[in-house]
């Protein structure tokens, strides 16, 4: 490219673009997030996106009624208990989930660079952890209460006892519910 009178700007970046390519550190890096995000974040995706194409059905006024396609609301509670889970089980046995990008570094890092992998990747699994925690935890604490909301607002049922205000306010917010 030097000898076809390319832009030096345009030469730079593509040397840039080359030696990112050839370095091993970097491209392990990029497989590890590749992993993690193949694993987790890609079926997190999916079902956030996505829609349930089984008919999901409620017992109501002595009969079983439909719900319109697509409703995943109900699955959300336990989605969110299994990516935790999962989270959870990466960060004690991280090792294990990124050890065929271990063997890769081990291979081609010198000792001091592999050290710094590994923290690395032992403190990001840690934060993504800790981050998810953040935000997902409305679903964790207030599930019961959407639930309870959903029983006496839509189900017509009784309370079981009196709403407390985020139960009011799921009804009047969430399930369009009127005094």
């Not at 017992?59 to 396609?69: A, E, G, I, R, V």
């Not at 090792?95 to 032992?122: H, Q, R, V, Y």
Request: overall charge positive; charged content about 25%; hydrophobic content about 40%.
């Amino acid at each position: 490219m030097k000898n076809h009178n390319a832009p030096k700007q345009y030469v730079n970046d593509w040397c840039l673009f080359r030696s990112s390519l050839l370095d091993s550190k970097l491209n392990i890096q990029i497989k590890c997030l590749i992993n993690f995000a193949e694993h987790f974040y890609e079926p997190l995706m999916q079902f956030l996106i996505g829609y349930d194409k089984v008919q999901t059905r409620i017992y109501q006024n002595n009969k079983l009624s439909n719900l319109p396609p697509g409703r995943r609301a109900h699955e959300m509670l336990d989605k969110v208990y299994e990516w935790h889970r999962f989270l959870q089980n990466i960060v004690k046995n991280f090792e294990m989930f990124f050890a065929d990008k271990l063997l890769e570094a081990l291979d081609t890092l010198s000792n001091e660079e592999f050290g710094i992998l590994f923290d690395s990747l032992e403190k990001g699994i840690s934060k993504a952890l800790n981050y998810f925690e953040k935000w997902v935890s409305p679903w964790l604490h207030s599930g019961r209460y959407f639930a309870s909301s959903f029983y006496h607002g839509v189900l017509k049922k009784p309370w079981i006892k009196p709403p407390n205000d985020l139960e009011i306010r799921f009804l009047k917010e969430d399930l369009k519910w009127k005094d």
